[in-house]
């Protein structure tokens, strides 16, 4: 196998995997409780504050940047999907949270105001080519005052790796199920996923893949995009270890 360029997602491939299916199943998969946990997880990684500004990229429906706006951040959230947008905002609504959502693209940000943070929470990097990557970690960087600082939270290909593939993830709602076939392609280090929702009578599939990095691939890339200093963690900013099923990585400007 080849580095080809196939091995990237596309824009319909993204329609089709961040639809309204993929929020139908969201609470089955991240629980309330849980996204109370991650939210305060990331609140204390990129040491926030009462009015800090904090920029989420592919904020999906706004699952996290909603209950840090509850906490006193000022949030922007972009993502490409203007179904998860809209369930966003109503989230927000229905919450009494002003977040301000934006429609586009993690590698050309529309938007140039400095913030104090950045984050892509929930494996939500590493969907392109290696080049397109990287420009979304300058596009982060650019995004930042200085001193300002980017989170990515990712699964530890390590930990991944012991696992024979394909792996079959079943989650049922009602008489609903969302079936996501997972493999891993060692050739090409990325992660592919086939999505299978069987709802309301109606068979739907789509495709996700994602670049599976280490730690010294983001030292390289995060230093050749402006950052001074990384800093490793494991899930939700515990100890990383080999066996840690995620890949915590706080960025200084």
């Given at each position: 196998?080849?580095?080809?360029?196939?091995?990237?997602?596309?824009?319909?491939?993204?329609?089709?995997?961040?639809?309204?299916?993929?929020?139908?199943?969201g609470?089955?998969?991240?629980?309330p409780?849980?996204?109370d946990?991650?939210?305060?997880?990331?609140?204390?990684?990129?040491?926030?504050?009462?009015?800090?500004?904090?920029?989420?990229?592919?904020?999906?429906?706004?699952?996290?940047?909603?209950?840090?706006?509850?906490?006193g951040?000022?949030?922007?959230?972009?993502?490409?999907?203007?179904?998860?947008?809209?369930?966003?905002?109503?989230?927000?609504?229905?919450?009494?949270?002003?977040?301000e959502?934006?429609?586009?693209?993690?590698?050309?940000?529309?938007?140039?105001?400095?913030?104090?943070?950045?984050?892509?929470?929930?494996?939500?990097?590493?969907?392109?080519?290696?080049?397109d990557?990287?420009?979304?970690?300058?596009?982060?960087a650019s995004?930042?005052?200085?001193?300002g600082?980017?989170l990515i939270?990712?699964?530890?290909?390590?930990?991944?790796?012991?696992?024979?593939?394909p792996?079959c993830?079943?989650?049922?709602?009602?008489?609903?199920?969302?079936?996501?076939?997972?493999?891993?392609?060692?050739?090409?280090?990325?992660?592919?996923?086939?999505?299978?929702?069987v709802r309301?009578?109606?068979?739907r599939?789509?495709h996700?893949?994602?670049?599976?990095y280490?730690?010294?691939e983001?030292?390289?890339?995060?230093?050749?995009?402006?950052?001074?200093?990384?800093e490793a963690y494991?899930?939700?900013?515990?100890?990383?270890?080999?066996d840690?099923?995620?890949?915590?990585?706080?960025?200084?400007?």
């Amino acid at each position: 196998m080849s580095d080809k360029p196939g091995n990237h997602v596309s824009t319909s491939e993204f329609g089709s995997y961040f639809s309204e299916d993929y929020f139908y199943f969201g609470d089955m998969i991240n629980p309330p409780e849980i996204s109370d946990r991650e939210a305060g997880a990331i609140w204390n990684l990129l040491a926030l504050r009462q009015g800090s500004s904090v920029l989420e990229l592919g904020c999906g429906y706004g699952r996290i940047a909603n209950r840090l706006a509850k906490k006193g951040a000022r949030v922007t959230g972009l993502d490409i999907s203007p179904t998860l947008l809209r369930k966003a905002e109503a989230d927000a609504a229905e919450r009494r949270v002003e977040v301000e959502y934006i429609l586009g693209d993690m590698r050309s940000l529309p938007t140039q105001d400095p913030f104090d943070a950045a984050f892509l929470w929930y494996t939500t990097f590493g969907y392109f080519d290696d080049a397109d990557n990287e420009k979304v970690l300058r596009e982060a960087a650019s995004s930042l005052r200085k001193g300002g600082r980017l989170l990515i939270d990712h699964v530890n290909r390590f930990a991944l790796l012991r696992d024979k593939s394909p792996i079959c993830h079943l989650v049922q709602r009602n008489d609903d199920l969302r079936i996501d076939i997972m493999n891993n392609d060692t050739l090409a280090d990325r992660r592919t996923c086939e999505r299978i929702v069987v709802r309301n009578g109606c068979v739907r599939r789509a495709h996700l893949s994602f670049r599976l990095y280490g730690f010294s691939e983001y030292v390289r890339m995060l230093r050749s995009a402006g950052f001074e200093t990384v800093e490793a963690y494991g899930q939700e900013g515990g100890a990383f270890t080999p066996d840690s099923p995620r890949l915590v990585v706080v960025a200084y400007k």
